[in-house]
């Protein structure tokens, strides 16, 4: 099953669905945000030329997936920017191909805004490391990769 991506703002319907899944994989039970301010940030994703970028994978008329890029994801690393953040497919959606299709859009869009050198934090490197991603560090537990943009974006179809 092909799963459609684009925008987020260009189906707003979806903003509080997209909002939700955020919050529950990362933030729930956590200090941090709440739905209702991952929701406001989200909106503020209104642009396809600047980040914030949010992504929305659909799967007939139905939301599936979502990625993000964004200035900074990671506060004990404020050097590094930007980020691939928030990758989240919905459970019934997963094993499909969708998280990487995700990540290979998110991908071209970095590289179509010029960016050269992508960072993500995650504790599931084997899934990024599959596309394309390289390990930059360990902090805390925490992997923290980057992807080579004109080096991965166009040659990883996996």
Same mark, same amino acid.
């Given at each position: ?10 189906? @707003?319907?979806?903003? &509080?669905?997209?909002?939700? /899944?955020?919050?529950?994989?990362? /933030?729930?039970?956590? +200090?941090?945000? +709440? ?11 209104? +642009?396809? =030329?600047?980040? @914030?970028?949010?992504? *929305? ?7 599936? &997936? ?5 200035? =900074? ?9 930007? /980020? ?12 499909? &191909?969708? &998280? ?17 050198? *992508? ?5 599931? @490197?084997?899934?990024?490391?599959? *596309?394309?991603?390289?390990? =930059? ?22």
């Amino acid at each position: 099953m092909k799963a459609d991506i684009d925008h987020l703002f260009r189906t @707003p319907e979806h903003t &509080g669905t997209v909002a939700g /899944w955020i919050y529950r994989e990362f /933030w729930e039970g956590r +200090d941090g945000y +709440d739905r209702a301010t991952l929701e406001s940030l989200l909106k503020n994703a209104d +642009d396809p =030329h600047r980040i @914030p970028l949010s992504l *929305l994978a659909r799967v007939g008329e139905a939301p599936a &997936g979502t990625v993000n890029l964004i200035e =900074h994801d990671f506060s004990k690393r404020p050097e590094l920017t930007p /980020w691939l953040a928030a990758l989240v497919v919905e459970k019934r959606f997963r094993g499909m &191909g969708i &998280g990487s299709a995700l990540t290979r859009a998110l991908l071209s869009e970095a590289a179509r805004l010029g960016i050269e050198t *992508l960072y993500l934090c995650t504790d599931i @490197p084997e899934f990024y490391a599959r *596309l394309g991603a390289l390990r =930059h560090e360990t902090v805390d537990g925490l992997h923290v990769m980057r992807f080579m943009i004109r080096k991965t974006a166009h040659v990883n179809k996996t």
